[in-house]
Nanobody, 135 residues
Framework: QVQLVESGGGLVQPGGSLRLSCVYAGFGLDQNMVGWFRQVTGKEDEDEGVSCINVGDGSTYYSDSVKGRFTISRDVAKNRLTLYLEMSNLQPEDTATYYC????????????????????????WGQGTQVTVSS
């Protein structure tokens, strides 16, 4: 059974840092595009692909809003993938629910972040972890 579970969210002051983790149990090479998305309360139809990675070759993509501040990485073990998102210099506009997602149909990390949709039968995602940036 495929399952994605996020952790690491919390309350942080502006300028602070957090590290998010996502454990992807049941990982298979057919779901080799994974990434972090965020959803702002009240804007449930405007999920943003923050950062995505090709598990196979390590190529990455970052949205302009986080480029230079966030770093995505992954550790792969047998049937298990752990995805990380190191976030630094956090700002109030980064406040959102962050969730990890995967797809078996996206060919690149950029397309994963910009074209991925929950409506696709090839999409899987977790429940999310809340990140709040406030003084």
């Amino acid at each position: 059974q495929v399952q994605l579970v996020e952790s690491g969210g919390g309350l942080v002051q502006p300028g602070g840092s957090l590290r998010l983790s996502c454990v992807y149990a049941g990982f298979g090479l057919d779901q080799n595009m994974v990434g972090w998305f965020r959803q702002v309360t009240g804007k449930e139809d405007e999920d943003e692909g923050v950062s995505c990675i090709n598990v196979g070759d390590g190529s990455t993509y970052y949205s302009d809003s986080v480029k230079g501040r966030f770093t995505i990485s992954r550790d792969v073990a047998k049937n298990r993938l752990t995805l990380y998102l190191e976030m630094s210099n956090l700002q109030p506009e980064d406040t959102a629910t962050y969730y990890c997602a995967t797809s078996a149909e996206m060919p690149t990390a950029q397309m994963m972040c910009t074209r991925w949709a929950k409506s696709s039968p090839f999409s899987i995602w977790g429940q999310g972890t809340q990140v709040t940036v406030s003084s």
